[in-house]
């Protein structure tokens, strides 16, 4: 294993110029459908934030301070910063971060994840992932500088106590735009994988090895999000391709890296598959939630935790173009079975009750306990 590095890193002029460009070349503007979200339940938003341009939030992770309140963490990509919000009432708490390479800097940060006391952040112009102790977001070190080329989403795996399997989605691009796929061989470097020994101070990495399908149904094209299994072995990453016929959809993996020759049927998604979360309801008990981005209002598309199959949609009044969503299924003083947390249209944060939620869909009533 290699230690995290902790150095600040030399930014040259010509990463400087390059720095805002791929990801606004290469990105496909949500499916504007107002038919889209027809069957989809409208359950409403507990809260919705004020918004906020410039930070073009991104990615949310989830965690409970010593209080016992929850915090929402976002990525918030155009400010280079993490945004803290109140789980209960959507209060903008602080932010976190300036723009920069070094220790708890940040540059263009999109994936994030929480275990324990430990924030991983995945940074797509470093390139690297960033982990940060909380509550203070005191840096813990980096890894993925040598492997990682424009990083995306992130996914924690307790491996054994202490030790955690990294899963980070790379979607490098080619072109003077940036929209270029990679050569078929290329594929097999979509995600890759690190394992990071949590046990002491200055946390340390190994590079496991990347993967991905080379050709037929599961080749992953422009990833982003990803979420796991563990109790199961699975691995559900979202391919946002939309191009030559092709719809965006869910793939499924085992954890080590093999396609299991299952993906979501075409059609599921009108716009892209952006955010992934499981609900874990019990072991074989409970439901993938993605969101489906479009406008003039995001769907959230529910399928069964084993069988994959459908299990309904729902949309807010107002929630809109979601990336990232965070699932905390535990209760809290405001949500006694929980909450679904959303990025609405880039610049603010939304909160669903997941009670409502279940009425909503007649899903399992294990889920509100």
């Known amino acids: ?197 949590a046990s002491g101070e200055e946390l340390r990495a190994q590079f496991l090895g990347a993967f991905g399908a080379t050709e037929g149904r599961g080749r992953l094209r422009v990833v982003e999000s990803i979420a796991g299994d563990s109790a199961h072995g699975r691995l559900l990453i979202a391919d946002e391709h939309r191009r030559d016929g092709d719809s965006s959809t869910l793939h499924e993996y085992d954890l080590e890296g093999r396609y299991t020759g299952r993906s979501l049927p075409d059609g599921t998604f009108v716009g892209e598959a952006e955010g992934v979360a499981l609900w874990d309801c019990g072991f074989d008990r409970g439901y993938w939630v993605a969101a489906d981005q479009l406008l003039p209002h995001t769907v959230f598309r529910l399928f069964d935790r084993v069988s994959l199959a459908p299990r309904g949609s729902f949309r807010g009044r107002v929630t809109a173009n979601t990336d990232g969503i965070a699932l905390h299924a535990a209760a809290t003083p405001r949500f006694p079975a929980g909450a679904l947390y959303a990025v609405h249209d880039d610049s603010a944060l939304a909160a669903f009750d997941l009670l409502e939620v279940i009425r909503a869909l007649g899903l399992d009533p294990a889920c509100a306990r």
């Open 1 to 197: 294993m290699t230690a995290l590095r902790l150095l600040p890193c030399i930014l040259g002029l010509a990463l400087l110029a390059a720095c805002t460009g791929p990801e606004q070349a290469r990105r496909t503007l949500p499916v504007q459908a107002p038919y889209a979200a027809a069957g989809a339940v409208l359950v409403e938003e507990t809260f919705v934030t004020r918004p906020e341009r410039e930070d073009e939030l991104d990615s949310l992770a989830t965690w409970v301070g010593e209080d016992g309140i929850t915090r929402v963490v976002a990525t918030a990509k155009s400010a280079h910063r993490l945004v803290v919000f109140d789980g209960e009432s959507g209060e903008r708490l602080r932010e976190v971060g300036e723009r920069g390479r070094t220790p708890g800097r940040f540059e263009r940060p999109n994936g994030i994840a929480v275990f324990g006391e430990l924030v991983f952040v995945a940074e797509r112009d470093a390139p690297r992932v960033q982990a940060l102790r909380l509550p203070d977001f005191v840096p813990a070190g980096s890894f993925g500088e040598d492997e990682l080329r424009s990083p995306y989403g992130l996914w924690l795996h307790e491996a054994a106590p202490e030790e955690l399997d990294v899963y980070v989605t790379d979607s490098f691009m080619y072109g003077a735009d940036h929209t270029q796929l990679p050569s078929d061989h290329e594929l097999g470097e979509r995600v890759r994988r690190y394992r990071v020994d």
